[in-house]
């Protein structure tokens, strides 16, 4: 059961993300907004997002020093995404980038 429940809301979380790309164009912001929390339910649900933000992570420096940025800000009040995306850590993470 779980495994269904995860697939729905992976397959809601790419909808989101197609709209929140089609909401970019509108006037009003919330194209970001939609993008935001998709991913952030990507992350949560599916392993495989998980370990190719871990990849970004490890060989990109500038996206690992914005996602550390975001840890920080995440710490206290989305404990359950600040747990997720911390797990995401490369390796050899020194947060100077």
Known sequence: MKIVRDWL?????????LLGVLLLLSP????LVVITLSLATLLCVNQRSRHLLQA???RWHKINRT????EKLLERRFRRLWTV???TRPHNDDHSG
Request: charged share 10%; hydrophobic share 50%; aromatic share 0%.
């Open 9 to 17: 809301i992976t397959l809601v979380s790419l909808v989101g993300l």
């Open 28 to 31: 009003i912001p919330v194209g």
């Open 56 to 58: 970004a992570r490890s």
């Open 67 to 70: 996602v550390h940025k975001v």
């Open 85 to 87: 995306i911390s797990s």
